[in-house]
């Protein structure tokens, strides 16, 4: 059983910047894919972010991408989103999770119904 625990959301301006972190249990983090989902009022879960394994390859919705960044530390078992000019339309509750499907197809990535496991998410409201 693999434990994920978001953090570091929050309030901020429009413009500003959040750093998410997820915090994973278990001893497979590091042969795991890692991605990060949100989820707006009323609306459906969409993909945000995902990262391979290793860190080598990089993921992103068209609608973050340049603004947010993804990594991961395997040592410390915990993945990050680095959030960067913030819109209002960013706000969500954010949500990571692992999937044992190792893959780099985008394709595959970018499907919630691939990710086991998943964290309790972490809001963040950006005002205008």
């Known amino acids: 059983q693999v434990q994920l625990v978001e953090s570091g959301g929050g309030l901020v301006q429009a413009g500003g910047s959040l750093r998410l972190s997820c915090a994973a249990s278990g001893r497979t983090f590091s042969s795991v894919n890692m991605g990060w989902f949100r989820q707006a009022p009323g609306k459906e879960r969409e993909f945000v972010s995902a990262?391979?394994?290793?860190?080598?390859?990089?993921y992103y919705a068209d609608s973050v991408k340049g603004r947010f960044t993804i990594s991961r530390d395997n040592a410390k078992n915990t993945v990050y989103l680095q959030m960067n000019s913030l819109k209002p339309e960013d706000t969500a509750v954010y949500y990571c999770?692992?999937?044992?499907?190792?893959?780099?197809?985008?394709?595959?990535?970018?499907?919630?119904?691939?990710?086991?496991?998943w964290g309790q998410g972490t809001q963040v409201t950006v005002s205008s």
């Open positions: 990262v391979t394994w290793s860190g080598d390859s990089t």
């Open positions: 999770a692992s999937t044992p499907l190792r893959t780099t197809d985008a394709y595959w990535l970018f499907q919630s119904n691939v990710y086991r496991y």
